[in-house]
């Protein structure tokens, strides 16, 4: 059984627990990915997907985030792409469920030769088991600006 953590987690086989309202994040495309967990139902669960491109070099830069979500069984439920250049991008999803289940989460960003990747929310509505949102603090980060000298 996953603990409530503060954070988010990179290691698949230790997910960080979701909360209830909104959960926040930076992620770049260094690491392989962040990893969720949270009991939802029975009834209805609402999710709503936001992130937003941190761009390169103070520039927006198209880029996409993934969202998968799986069962405990190892089952793709749902593979949800958000995409932004320069603007929060918002996505939803919901599902009605007809028991209490675990569901895990993956985001991840695009590879790339060059670091991409930028801020995200995850916010939980709806029949899902209460814990501390991650990340109440987190804000957006922002690239270096290019500076010519």
Known sequence: MTGP???QSTDPHRPAVLGLGV???NITND???HYYTFMAGPGHVDVELAFKEMGVFGRPL???LNFDFWNVDGVRLSHIEVLSQGNVA???TDADLPVRQRINLAVS???GAIK???YYEIE???AVEAAAPVGADVKPDQPPPLVRQ
Request: hydrophobic share 30%; proline share 0%; net charge positive.
């Open 90 to 92: 918002r996505r939803h």
């Open 116 to 118: 991409v990747g930028g």
């Open 5 to 7: 953590a503060s954070a």
């Open 31 to 33: 690491i392989s990915g």
């Open 62 to 64: 198209r880029q996409h």
């Open 23 to 25: 959960n926040r994040a």
């Open 109 to 111: 960003t695009q590879w």
């Open 124 to 126: 939980l509505k709806g």
